[in-house]
């Protein structure tokens, strides 16, 4: 596409040029790519000797940041802006000629359960005959044709690419997850949503964010910073509820509650039993009684806020409801692995206090007779504050505690354990197995049998990082791997 018809700008006709893409990573600049040149640690010119050198043919930089140009003077068209985010998202739209509306956007942010929300609104759409379109942890496309990201929300760049190819598909509805980092750096800057939907908030990334106020008003920016025609809100915790009490006299907004009558959507009469969850949703369209093969207590309010976000009048609510039977869980989100002879095991992505806390209550509730083994580290480099009260937390739940590496990245893994251990009654049956695949060896064993074993930390995740390097590692292969024992 021609320079003239992305920016449009008289000091730049004279170089109506042939753009070939856009990047912000000068690692990735091609033959005429425009480079948005944004802050780094890093010295300037090196980024940019970089991107000239592989082919940026425009470099894109905030107003407020010097360097001298002429060090390049002919070599690269230098472009001033005030906001290089804006910038990034207009000029990314005309090239990637993304139309107005021809897309449905879901928008799921909180600290625990985008994913699962996620999942379960492309699943309900697409057991419907409707498409939908994800993008997250897991990565961006059409289940179940899903391609890797490195991030949970992409930079728009990646965003407005990921939905031109949507377009080119005519896929109608996309269903992303919205980080608070992606909120804070805003890489989701300019996009339109249909419906915003808030999960939960509880302490992480309080090593980036330093305190809940900022983590809540960044997760807040989405519902007033964003064009959106929606919003869905659990209002079982404080920030939702927060956000609810914000936004209830002017805009349009639907609450669901695992406790909370007055909720929208609101789920009574749970039964938890070793297949599954029972439970009846109330709402304007009437009581229906749901069956699923899921399990947590978790799981009810994630269905609760998909269908609250899907179910525009009766006629859809009743449509969707029916295929809550078909849901099935998010890799890595709770998977159930049996064999004969061996414990039941569970595998789950939990790795802050809050969510191992749900899944160990959960577990109880649907084995109340079994004793349960939990699994679990703590990431290095990365909210410390979390570590003990997630061995606190273990503590309280469980008969047996393995501790383990989980992504020690550049930190000593024994550290990390021996913090996780400060939160462990020193009478408790604990114990510290830093190699990840010894350490299931020994839960998955035939001894224990009568038990329930849950991986808590990686779930979908296939690789290790560790101070040295990566390794392959998948918990779901080395469960299996022991099955066959």
């Given at each position: ?22 990047s ?11 480079f ?65 509306n ?41 289940p ?35 980080s ?41 920016s989405?519902?007033?910073?964003y064009?959106?025609?929606?919003k ?30 007055s ?36 799981t ?10 899907l ?70 480099d ?34 990390i ?69």
């Amino acid at each position: 596409m021609k320079l003239n018809n992305l920016i449009n700008d008289k000091r730049l006709s004279k170089n109506n040029i042939n753009i070939l893409g856009l990047s912000d990573n000068s690692k990735e600049i091609k033959k005429n790519y425009i480079f948005f040149f944004k802050n780094t640690k890093n010295s300037d010119t090196t980024h940019i000797s970089e991107a000239i050198n592989k082919g940026a043919k425009v470099i894109i930089y905030k107003v407020t940041k010097y360097f001298n140009t002429k060090k390049f003077h002919n070599q690269c068209i230098f472009y001033k802006v005030k906001d290089i985010e804006k910038s990034m998202s207009l000029v990314s739209k005309k090239f990637y000629k993304i139309k107005k509306n021809s897309i449905k956007i879901y928008g799921v942010t909180g600290t625990n359960g985008k994913s699962s929300v996620v999942s379960y609104i492309s699943q309900l759409l697409q057991n419907n005959n409707e498409e939908c379109a994800i993008i997250g942890t897991l990565g961006s496309g059409v289940p179940p044709k899903i391609k890797n990201t490195s991030l949970t929300t992409p930079n728009i760049i990646n965003i407005y690419k990921s939905i031109c190819e949507f377009q080119k598909k005519i896929i109608p509805n996309l269903a992303m997850e919205i980080s608070s980092h992606g909120l804070s750096q805003k890489r989701v800057y300019g996009l339109d949503f249909d419906t915003v939907i808030f999960t939960n908030l509880t302490k992480e990334h309080l090593d980036y964010h330093k305190n809940m106020k900022n983590y809540f008003n960044t997760k807040l920016s989405l519902f007033t910073d964003y064009n959106n025609k929606k919003k869905v809100i659990s209002i079982d915790n404080y920030y939702g509820k927060k956000i609810f009490n914000i936004f209830k006299k002017k805009d349009y907004i639907r609450t669901v509650s695992l406790k909370d009558k007055s909720a929208d959507f609101y789920a009574s009469d749970i039964i938890y039993n070793e297949n599954g969850l029972k439970f009846n949703i109330n709402s304007k369209y009437g009581v229906k009684e749901i069956s699923t093969k899921l399990y947590g207590e978790f799981t009810i309010e994630n269905i609760l806020l998909a269908i609250a976000s899907l179910a525009k009048n009766k006629k859809k609510y009743n449509l969707y409801v029916e295929k809550i039977c078909e849901l099935k869980p998010l890799e890595g989100r709770l998977n159930k692995y049996e064999r004969k002879k061996f414990p039941i095991v569970f595998i789950d992505y939990a790795h802050t206090p809050d969510a191992i806390r749900k899944i160990l209550v959960s577990i109880k509730k649907h084995f109340p007779n079994k004793e349960i083994i939990t699994l679990f580290g703590c990431g290095g480099d990365r909210s410390y504050e979390k570590r003990e009260l997630m061995g606190m937390i273990a503590d309280k739940y469980s008969e047996k505690i393995i501790i383990t590496n989980d992504n020690p990245r550049s930190e000593n893994p024994r550290k990390i354990a021996e913090q996780i251990v400060n939160g462990i009654n020193k009478k408790s049956n604990f114990k510290i197995v830093l190699d990840r695949r010894k350490a299931i060896i020994e839960c998955v064993s035939r001894k224990n049998i009568d038990r329930i074993v849950l991986i808590l930390g990686k779930g979908h995740e296939k690789k290790q990082i560790l101070k040295e390097n990566i390794i392959d590692f998948s918990d779901e292969k080395e469960v299996l791997r022991v099955f066959k024992l």
